[in-house]
C-alpha cells in the first residue's frame, strides 16, 4: 500500500482543468501537437495526466512501488462526466511503436491500480462515475512526414463506428486511432 505522502507526491502529475465551450486542452511535445476541443454547451471538468515525463519518473523515485521499464505513452485525459479515457501517444514517426506504448501502458496492472488510487483519494467527486463503464480511445499522434499504418483513415473510420455502439469495463480493451500532427480532436466525435 502507498503512503499519503507517496500518493501526495505522485498527485503532482495530474491537473484538475475545466474546459468551457469552444476550450481546448493541448498537449506538445517534439514538435508534435494534440488538441482536445470541447465542442460541448456545456463546460467540463477533465483530469489531465501528465504518464511518460512526470508519473513514471515519480515511480521510479517511490521505494516502495515496482514499475514494468517499458515505454509508456505520454499523457491521459479522463473526462469523468463522459465515462471517457483518451490516451495519447505523440510520436515523431513509428505509429507501430506508438501503439505498442499505448497498449503497455494499459496492460500494466500495477500502474492502472495505482491510477485509480490517485484519482479516487483526490479526484472521487469528479471520477466517481467512470469506474462502472468506461470508452477508451488512444490517440498516436504523428508528424506529417511519419509513416502511418495501411489503409488509416479506413481502419479509424471502421473504429469510429464501433466506437459508437461499445463500452468496454476492460482495461485491455483499446480503440486506438493516428492522427496527423497538428489536426483537433472535438470531444462530440468521440461521445456520438
Known amino acids: 500500500m502507498i503512503s499519503d505522502s507517496q500518493l501526495a507526491k505522485l498527485n503532482e502529475c495530474f491537473t484538475e482543468k475545466k474546459l468551457s465551450p469552444k476550450q481546448s486542452s493541448v498537449f506538445t511535445e517534439k514538435k508534435v501537437k494534440f488538441e482536445l476541443i470541447n465542442d460541448d454547451k456545456e463546460s467540463i471538468i ?4 501528465d504518464i511518460d515525463n512526470c508519473l513514471f519518473k515519480k515511480l521510479g523515485q517511490v521505494n516502495s512501488i515496482e514499475v514494468d521499464r517499458a515505454k509508456k505513452c505520454d499523457y491521459l485525459i479522463i473526462v469523468p ?28 496492472e500495477t500502474f492502472y ?22 470508452k477508451k480511445v488512444g490517440y498516436v499522434v504523428y ?28 482495461k485491455d480493451k483499446l480503440m486506438i486511432l493516428e492522427q496527423k500532427n497538428n489536426q483537433s480532436v472535438y470531444l462530440s466525435k468521440l461521445l456520438t
Not at 477533465?46 to 495526466?49: K, L, P, R, S, Y
Not at 510520436?91 to 494499459?106: A, F, H, M, N, P
Not at 499504418?149 to 476492460?170: G, Y
Open 46 to 49: 477533465i483530469i489531465e495526466v
Open 113 to 134: 491500480q495505482l491510477l485509480t488510487q490517485i484519482i479516487e483519494k483526490y479526484y472521487f467527486k469528479t471520477y466517481n462515475k467512470i469506474n462502472q463503464s468506461v
Open 81 to 108: 462526466d463522459k465515462s471517457l479515457e483518451i490516451w495519447i501517444e505523440l510520436k515523431g514517426s513509428d505509429v507501430e511503436e506508438g501503439k505498442k506504448q499505448l497498449q503497455q501502458t494499459l496492460k500494466n
Open 143 to 170: 508528424k506529417r512526414n511519419g509513416k502511418p499504418s495501411e489503409n488509416t483513415k479506413r481502419q479509424n473510420r471502421k473504429k469510429k463506428a464501433k466506437l459508437k455502439s461499445q463500452v468496454s469495463s476492460q
